[in-house]
């Protein structure tokens, strides 16, 4: 901050100058750290969603290893992004989990981990029918 003061009192000679020329840096730095958090962000990350339809009774039952069992095994994986889980609202067994990961490699390597070997077959046990769809995040 010393040096600051010192190149702007270089330049300018009055207080009014020198708050001035501060408050350019700052703008200045604070649209450098935005560029930054933005190039930082356009990575490509992918998604998988995977529709669930649970069987009679279970529904209560998926909440729960979602949340104890297969959010804990994903959270460790490299790459992991985050993770939802939703019910739809017409047809209260029908679920979906959303995955994200910076890459597909990073997903990939999840589906064959022993954690995901641990907390998938759980969750396929009380499923009547499993489908997927993976997407590459654009924006």
């Known amino acids: 901050m010393q040096l600051l003061i010192s190149f702007l009192r ?3 000679t ?5 708050l001035k020329g501060m408050g350019f840096l700052f703008s200045g730095l604070i ?4 560029g930054l ?13 995977i529709y669930l339809e649970v069987k009679d009774g279970m529904a209560t039952k998926l909440e729960k290893l979602y949340k104890d069992a297969y959010v804990p095994a994903i ?10 889980l939703l019910r739809q609202y ?4 029908n679920y979906e989990i959303d995955i994200v990961f910076n890459s597909e490699k990073q997903r990939a ?8 070997q641990e907390a998938w077959p759980k969750i396929e046990a009380i499923c009547s029918k499993i489908t997927w769809q993976g997407f590459d995040e654009l924006s």
């Open 10 to 12: 270089g330049h300018s």
């Open 14 to 18: 009055d207080r009014r100058g020198i």
């Open 31 to 34: 649209v450098f750290k935005q």
């Open 37 to 49: 958090f933005a190039m930082k962000n356009s990575r490509n990350d992918v998604q998988l969603h």
């Open 75 to 84: 959270k460790v994986q490299d790459g992991f992004l985050r993770t939802k």
């Open 90 to 93: 017409e047809l209260k067994s």
């Open 109 to 116: 390597s999840w589906a064959i981990s022993s954690e995901h």
